[in-house]
């Protein structure tokens, strides 16, 4: 008589062999944490170079090695296991406190910034090396921030491994973070001339348009000072609009973009709580156009008031950059759109705020030959696309119609193809004709 075996069902994504090590990378990940807390007290102050390496460096070298065990783990595929239970990606007590956390951040950088003295002192070593002189609080934030977008990055490369698409967006992502945002601006400083980010320009960065900046930029950087006016212009004027009518708006907010950067590889874990409502995409449109009138606006003041020498407009145009500079720059994009990511995930600030986003999503929708299409045929309303979707666009319903998706907002980071189990969804770049397929 034949006796068959059953092999016990295995469950993917947890290995037991392996669990000693990713403990050891979370204490690794949890020692150098421990260490910024010291530096706090300004105890590192004494051995600054000691202290950076235990802090920055065992996170790094901690959470690498977490994501490495992780891919050897389980087989290529996206693990989303229990996203809706979880804690932190849940809108639970952690993930609050990690809000508050990440916003008292925030506050304390943009007006309390002496109590984060002892942390800037902390990257002193880094700051001397890259800029030839001592750290202040934004070098401080771009450490934070460019640390931050490599080591998500590395998990996002684990995470969607399969992926050809998601790997080469999240080495691009850490590529311009770290070069155009980090090493590049830091190399401007020690040769003497201005802080430039080449990958950042008007609207987004609305003070390179500024008559004052324009001055100081010419003043201060000479033939370099010329050229970072003529990039800035010709990345606007020309780049924009050609790249995005081949790519759509995903060169940039997916590709090159250091906000978007962030939100796609540290705000990968809370993708799933953008607000999907009928409501939250009316109040987008209108927040969003907003902004960008009111960053056109501010910039045609200050020209007007620049070439009368300040006698039309006098002081109204400088409150107008100021209050922009307030409300736009460090509380929308700076305290809500970081410090909100574990509530209302992580497209708050290019969903409702950024001015480049809505100049972009104008030409994508109207000019560019990229769209998302669709086989409604395959679709089996699964719902992964829409939920997914850190834009709040509900993909499914595109999706059951067979309907092309060419939504101004849609950033093109191709999740929502990703995570399709039927292949029913395509990031393409087709000629125009075509490209509005109303289904009734």
């Given at each position: 008589m034949?006796?068959?075996?059953?092999?016990?069902y295995?469950?993917?994504?947890?290995?037991?062999?392996?669990?000693?090590?990713?403990?050891?990378?979370?204490?690794?990940?949890?020692?150098?944490?421990?260490?910024?807390?010291?530096?706090?007290?300004?105890?590192?102050?004494?051995?600054t170079?000691?202290?950076?390496?235990?802090?920055?460096?065992?996170?790094?070298a901690?959470s690498?090695?977490?994501?490495?065990?992780?891919?050897?783990?389980?087989?290529?595929?996206?693990?989303?296991?229990?996203?809706?239970?979880?804690?932190?990606t849940?809108?639970?007590?952690i993930?609050?406190?990690l809000?508050?956390?990440?916003?008292?951040?925030?506050?304390?950088?943009?007006?309390?910034p002496?109590?984060?003295?002892?942390?800037?002192?902390?990257?002193?070593p880094?700051?001397y090396?890259?800029?030839?002189?001592?750290a202040?609080?934004?070098?401080?934030?771009?450490?934070?921030?460019?640390?931050a977008v490599?080591?998500?990055?590395?998990?996002?490369?684990?995470?969607?491994?399969?992926?050809?698409?998601?790997?080469?967006?999240?080495?691009?992502?850490?590529?311009f973070?770290?070069a155009?945002?980090?090493?590049?601006?830091?190399?401007?400083?020690?040769?003497?001339?201005?802080?430039?980010?080449f990958?950042y320009?008007?609207?987004?960065?609305f003070?390179y348009?500024?008559?004052?900046?324009?001055?100081?930029?010419?003043?201060?950087?000479g033939?370099?000072?010329?050229f970072?006016?003529?990039?800035?212009?010709?990345?606007?004027?020309?780049a924009?609009?050609?790249?995005?009518?081949?790519?759509?708006?995903r060169?940039?907010?997916?590709w090159?973009?250091?906000?978007?950067?962030?939100?796609?590889?540290?705000?990968?874990?809370?993708?799933?709580?953008?607000d999907?409502?009928?409501?939250?995409?009316?109040?987008?449109r209108?927040?969003?156009?907003?902004v960008?009138?009111?960053v056109?606006?501010?910039?045609?003041?200050?020209?007007i008031?620049?070439a009368?020498n300040?006698?039309?407009?006098?002081?109204?145009s400088?409150?107008?950059?100021?209050?922009?500079?307030f409300?736009?720059?460090?509380l929308?994009?700076?305290?809500?759109?970081v410090?909100?990511?574990?509530?209302?995930?992580?497209?708050?600030?290019?969903?409702?705020?950024?001015?480049?986003?809505?100049?972009?999503?104008?030409?994508?929708?109207?000019f560019?030959?990229?769209?998302?299409?669709?086989?409604?045929?395959?679709?089996?309303?699964?719902?992964?696309c829409?939920?997914?979707?850190?834009?709040?666009i509900d993909?499914?319903?595109?999706?059951?119609?067979?309907?092309?998706?060419i939504?101004?907002?849609?950033?093109g980071?191709?999740?929502?193809?990703?995570?399709?189990p039927?292949?029913?969804?395509k990031?393409?770049?087709?000629?125009r004709?075509g490209?509005?397929?109303?289904?009734?």
């Amino acid at each position: 008589m034949n006796i068959i075996q059953i092999e016990p069902y295995k469950v993917y994504g947890h290995n037991k062999n392996l669990e000693f090590l990713k403990k050891l990378g979370l204490t690794t990940i949890g020692i150098g944490f421990l260490f910024f807390m010291i530096s706090l007290t300004g105890v590192s102050n004494r051995q600054t170079l000691l202290f950076f390496f235990l802090s920055f460096g065992l996170l790094t070298a901690g959470s690498i090695f977490y994501f490495t065990i992780q891919i050897k783990e389980a087989p290529a595929g996206i693990k989303n296991n229990r996203i809706f239970f979880d804690a932190l990606t849940s809108r639970k007590a952690i993930a609050w406190l990690l809000g508050i956390v990440l916003t008292g951040f925030y506050v304390l950088l943009y007006w309390f910034p002496e109590t984060l003295q002892n942390l800037v002192n902390l990257v002193n070593p880094l700051s001397y090396t890259l800029r030839g002189t001592a750290a202040d609080r934004w070098f401080l934030y771009g450490s934070f921030y460019t640390t931050a977008v490599i080591i998500m990055a590395i998990r996002m490369i684990a995470k969607y491994r399969h992926n050809r698409y998601q790997i080469i967006r999240s080495v691009s992502v850490s590529f311009f973070q770290l070069a155009f945002s980090f090493i590049i601006p830091g190399i401007l400083v020690s040769l003497n001339k201005p802080e430039f980010y080449f990958n950042y320009f008007w609207p987004l960065k609305f003070q390179y348009l500024f008559p004052d900046e324009i001055k100081y930029l010419t003043s201060s950087g000479g033939a370099l000072g010329y050229f970072m006016i003529f990039w800035g212009a010709a990345m606007f004027v020309i780049a924009t609009p050609v790249l995005t009518y081949f790519f759509g708006k995903r060169w940039y907010c997916s590709w090159v973009c250091g906000c978007g950067g962030l939100a796609e590889t540290a705000g990968d874990l809370f993708r799933q709580n953008s607000d999907k409502s009928l409501k939250a995409w009316k109040l987008e449109r209108i927040s969003i156009h907003s902004v960008l009138i009111f960053v056109v606006v501010t910039t045609s003041l200050l020209w007007i008031n620049s070439a009368s020498n300040g006698k039309v407009l006098g002081t109204v145009s400088q409150g107008f950059a100021e209050w922009y500079g307030f409300i736009i720059g460090a509380l929308f994009s700076g305290i809500i759109g970081v410090g909100f990511y574990p509530i209302f995930g992580s497209r708050v600030w290019c969903r409702f705020g950024c001015p480049m986003a809505a100049t972009l999503g104008m030409l994508q929708k109207y000019f560019s030959r990229f769209r998302i299409t669709t086989n409604g045929g395959q679709c089996i309303s699964c719902g992964n696309c829409s939920t997914y979707c850190e834009m709040g666009i509900d993909v499914k319903s595109y999706a059951q119609r067979g309907q092309n998706i060419i939504r101004s907002s849609c950033v093109g980071c191709g999740i929502c193809a990703a995570v399709c189990p039927r292949g029913v969804l395509k990031l393409e770049n087709l000629p125009r004709e075509g490209k509005y397929n109303q289904v009734d």
